[in-house]
T-cell receptor, first 114, second 116 residues
Framework: AQSVTQLDSHVSVSEGTPVLLRCNYSSSYSPSLFWYVQHPNKGLQLLLKYTSAATLVKGINGFEAEFKKSETSFHLTKPSAHMSDAAEYFCVVIGAYQGGKLIFGQGTELSVKP | EAGVTQFPSHSVIEKGQTVTLRCDPISGHDNLYWYRRVMGKEIKFLLHFVKESKQDESGMPNNRFLAERTGGTYSTLKVQPAELEDSGVYFC??????????????FGEGSRLTVL
């Protein structure tokens, strides 16, 4: 069975400082991993995805994530936070042959202070 | 291009009543999904349509929930009778890849259901 665990329910950073949102996964298969973001009163939006190509994945708005099989991690980072990054972020896994059945982590609320 | 739209955005009903949520996917997307987030919990899969057929309904909590997608276009999710534990945000998503295998879904803004 596949699962993801987001290690922080809430992260607060100052504008201009780095962002780190942590995610560990568990999968019997070679996983496909995603980060989705939900801004207030908006639908979830795909931020980036890993599907067994390059282990460092770049996404939209300057975010990137690194797949580390030895650590079963897929942490999301951004060098410099912007006020508009304030949102809830979800780490997601999809196992082989699972179609669109996404398995979500608990979510991490990111606050950005001016 | 219009995104995934859901209606209503918020519904407040009493226990025992019926509610129907509607989802209009992106035009041309064969795959349509329903997900739910109960307060304080993670977002969970409910079911997956491919066109008008139910591909996977393993996440439907019980027989009080009925999803339909007549004609392979919009979908409805009916809860009858509603219980307190049904409160949450119901998300609809669609995708155009074959049976959703890439995992790239386009989500609506969600329908918030409050059962009193």
């Amino acid at each position: 069975a596949q699962s993801v665990t987001q290690l922080d329910s809430h992260v607060s950073v100052s504008e201009g400082t780095p962002v780190l949102l942590r995610c560990n996964y568990s999968s019997s298969y070679s996983p496909s991993l995603f980060w989705y973001v939900q801004h207030p009163n908006k639908g979830l939006q795909l931020l980036l995805k890993y599907t067994s190509a390059a282990t460092l994945v770049k996404g939209i708005n300057g975010f990137e994530a690194e797949f580390k099989k030895s650590e079963t991690s897929f942490h999301l980072t951004k060098p410099s936070a912007h006020m508009s990054d304030a949102a809830e972020y979800f780490c997601v896994v999809i196992g082989a042959y699972q179609g669109g059945k996404l398995i979500f982590g608990q979510g991490t609320e990111l606050s950005v202070k001016p | 291009e219009a995104g995934v739209t859901q209606f209503p955005s918020h519904s407040v009903i009493e226990k025992g009543q019926t509610v129907t949520l509607r989802c209009d996917p992106i035009s041309g997307h064969d795959n349509l999904y329903w997900y739910r987030r109960v307060m304080g919990k993670e977002i969970k899969f409910l079911l997956h349509f491919v066109k008008e057929s139910k591909q996977d309904e393993s996440g439907m909590p019980n027989n009080r929930f009925l999803a339909e997608r007549t004609g392979g276009t919009y979908s409805t999710l009916k809860v009858q009778p509603a219980e307190l534990e049904d409160s949450g945000v119901y998300f609809c998503a669609s995708s155009q890849d074959y049976r959703g295998r890439t995992g790239e879904l386009f989500f609506g803004e969600g329908s918030r259901l409050t059962v009193l």
